[in-house]
């Protein structure tokens, strides 16, 4: 029979010096009738009294650099039934008391789920993400790790069960600007891990959330080798697949696709991060024009569950994603624009979905009238809007691109662009920066485009050091180290994609490359982008690499096969290329009646991509 005398949930916080956020929290447990738990390490301002002004239970506790030691000393203070875990930058959703009884009855599982969602500062969702937070209490359960302290480990291994709480959530504002700013957390997370590395140095959490806190910073060699470490050491170790994704992901930026594709393929075998590894490996192989792996990735996500990064609904809402994503590189047809339309309208915040819906509208209509049909399709949704504002963009059309803005009052960055290209620079970049630090990378090309001293320095602010210092070497004119590579061709990129062909041609004197190199390279990236100057700049620079994919890409685009077939045996002959240069290369090679030659280019494609699955069906 349960206990009258006991509640049935517990608030566990643990806090310090949170005066500033403190009361918003605490606010939003009223009403709710449970224990209020707060534990704090060590406060010098107002928290404590705060705390106790709202009627919670206060105890202290010596702060000794382990967060896993707090939270279980909350857990041990609380006397509920259930004990629920909240930070102090974070609020309990308005409805979390009308379904929390619904959610705790009659339930075994020792622990829940629920979707955690974080806003910048001016209140916009930045990610939602699954964390366990709802724990029974009783069961022994406790936290593990100084930092990055995770609590699910010792659950599953208990033998508990830990279901998804989706009508219970909670917001986050921790991640806002000025709050990262306030506890300074990469430096705290740095140096709690290093120190807890030492005190156990071959325990693989701490090698990849070393990597973690190395990637935040910029610093990708010193995060690969932390990631590296884990997949060679520790392949079965429950974070392992967490890690690849996050290798895949440098691999990626460092234009190393191949290897993307081989480290991804790891972090399919299970664990924390499979269905990351399984969405990348998709976008992955829709970048290469692999739809039938893109559809295998669709596939095995929907046979896999949610875990702590990513649940079962936005899983499901990935494989759409990737489905429609594989549809479209088939071909543009009327069954897969409205086949993503309806996705849209299930899923009206997609902006991968409304930027499919809006390519395929284009590509059946015709630029211009498309994306506007689009919006119709999409019953006037925000994110299709935003979508069409972008192709409006891209086709030179700025006026039309800020009046659509204007008219449906969604502002984004492509809008500032736009009315900065209409000449009212200073209410472009003033629109701009009130995204915050999301837009740092928007900011390097706005300031690089106009020269805007305000935009260079918002991003200088929002980055870590090498970031800054790739910014200060691009504006002296200087070529960055090759560490560095990897920034300039990310901002390279944007910049092509917003047209900005000072910012570019900035960014691409700055790669340490001889010229005609690094400019096959921008004409690659521009390809990608639909610039269409990309044909020119690789025909001013056929004899390399990155030109033979551009032109055999483009030549096979508009029939001339004979063309496509040269020049794509060359990029291919050179190794590590996309998919679709071995797809696109084979077909040249039929259509001229060379079939032995067609099937030599697949073999060495499938050599070269072992994992692609449209390789080994062709």
Not at 11 to 24: D, F, H, S, T
Request: glycine residues 8%.
């Amino acid at each position: 029979m349960a206990d009258p005398e006991r509640p049935i949930l517990s608030i566990c916080m643990i806090v310090k010096n949170e005066e500033a956020v403190l009361e918003r929290a605490l606010a939003s447990t009223a009403g709710l009738g449970a224990e209020v738990v707060v534990v704090d390490t060590g406060s010098t301002d107002r928290t404590v009294a705060i705390a106790q002004a709202f009627g919670a239970s206060v105890h202290h506790f010596t702060w000794i650099s382990d967060f896993a030691a707090a939270r279980n000393f909350a857990f041990a203070c609380a006397t509920g039934t259930w004990m629920f875990v909240l930070d102090a930058d974070e609020v309990l959703a308005p409805d979390f008391g009308e379904h929390f009884a619904a959610v705790v009855k009659k339930t075994t599982a020792g622990a829940f789920r629920i979707p955690a969602t974080s806003l910048d500062d001016r209140g916009r969702v930045q990610m939602t993400l699954m964390s366990t937070r709802l724990v029974r209490n009783g069961c022994g359960y406790g936290y593990e790790g100084r930092v990055h302290e995770d609590v699910t480990s010792n659950i599953l291994r208990a033998g508990g069960t830990i279901e998804d709480a989706l009508t219970l959530s909670l917001v986050h504002h921790g991640y806002t600007a000025a709050e990262s700013a306030r506890k300074d957390r990469q430096s705290r997370n740095i140096e709690l891990l290093e120190a807890a590395h030492r005190a156990a140095p071959e325990n693989p959490r701490y090698w990849h959330y070393l990597g973690i806190e190395r990637r935040v910073q910029g610093d990708l060699a010193g995060a690969a080798a932390w990631f590296d470490r884990v997949l060679a050491k520790a392949p079965q170790h429950e974070l392992a697949a967490w890690s690849a994704s996050s290798l895949a992901d440098i691999h990626e930026l460092e234009q190393d696709f191949g290897a993307a594709w081989t480290v991804g393929k790891l972090g399919v075998r299970g664990g924390v991060g499979r269905v990351n590894c399984l969405v990348q490996l998709g976008r992955l192989a829709l970048r290469e024009g692999d739809a039938d792996s893109a559809r295998w990735c669709a596939d095995e996500i929907d046979r896999t569950p949610g875990d702590d990064l990513t649940d079962r609904a936005v899983s499901v809402e990935r494989s759409a994603e990737l489905r429609l994503g594989a549809l479209v590189e088939k071909g543009a047809s009327t069954k897969a624009r409205d086949q993503i339309a309806a996705a849209v309208m299930k899923y009206p915040r997609n902006v991968v979905l409304a930027e499919l819906l809006v390519k395929v509208c284009e590509a059946l209509v015709g630029r211009g009238k498309g994306a506007f049909d689009a919006i119709k399709r999409a019953s006037d949704a925000p994110v299709v809007v935003a979508a069409a504002m972008n192709a409006a963009y891209s086709n030179g059309a700025y006026q039309p691109c800020v009046e659509l803005g204007e008219k449906t009052g969604i502002v984004c960055e492509t809008w500032a662009f736009a009315v900065a290209r209409q000449g009212n620079r200073d209410r472009g970049r003033e629109e701009l920066l009130t995204f915050g630090d999301r837009v740092a990378a928007h900011a390097v090309i706005f300031g690089l485009a106009y020269d805007d001293e305000a935009a260079i320095a918002h991003a200088v602010a929002a980055y870590s050091a090498p970031y800054a210092e790739a910014v200060g070497l691009v504006r002296a004119g200087a070529k960055v180290p090759a560490r560095l590579v990897w920034i300039i061709a990310t901002w390279l990129k944007l910049a092509l994609s917003f047209r900005e062909e000072k910012a570019a041609t900035a960014l691409t004197r700055s790669l340490p490359w001889p010229i005609a190199e690094r400019e096959a390279f921008r004409a690659r990236l521009a390809h990608e982008v639909g610039d269409p100057t990309a044909l020119a700049r690789a025909l001013d620079h056929a004899t390399e690499l990155a030109s033979f994919e551009v032109i055999g890409l483009v030549a096979h685009a508009h029939g001339d096969f004979a063309a496509a077939a040269t020049m794509l045996r060359m990029r291919a002959n050179a190794g590590d290329a996309p998919v679709r240069v071995y797809l696109k290369g084979a077909d040249a090679l039929i259509r001229l009646g060379r079939k032995q030659d067609a099937q030599a280019l697949l073999a060495q494609g499938r050599e070269a991509r072992p994992h692609s699955k449209a390789l080994l069906a062709a």
